[in-house]
């Protein structure tokens, strides 16, 4: 993605997260808590996936071999 490109999105998701936050801010004032714990759940998984990684992390885990669930351990 270009620069610009990257700039402009960036611009149309601040806006609407103003959006959000006045939406968050409302159902607070309402004690909207089912809604909020919904909004809670979206939006800690959109801040997972929005996180940057670094190239050595990705090029790290996929260097190791990750253990296998249930697996025993030896000792």
């Known amino acids: ?3 610009g490109n990257a ?3 960036y611009d149309v998701a601040a806006k609407h997260l103003q959006v959000v936050q006045a ?3 409302h159902l ?3 004690g909207a808590t089912h809604e909020l714990k919904i909004l809670t759940a979206r939006l800690q998984r959109l801040a ?3 996180t940057p990684v670094e190239p050595e992390i990705v090029k790290r885990e996929q260097e190791s071999p990750r253990p296998v669930r249930g697996a025993a351990i030896d000792k």
Do not use: N, R, T, Y
């Open 48 to 50: 997972l996936w929005a």
């Open 1 to 3: 993605m270009s620069k």
């Open 23 to 25: 939406c968050v801010d």
């Open 7 to 9: 700039i402009a999105a």
């Open 28 to 30: 607070h004032e309402l």
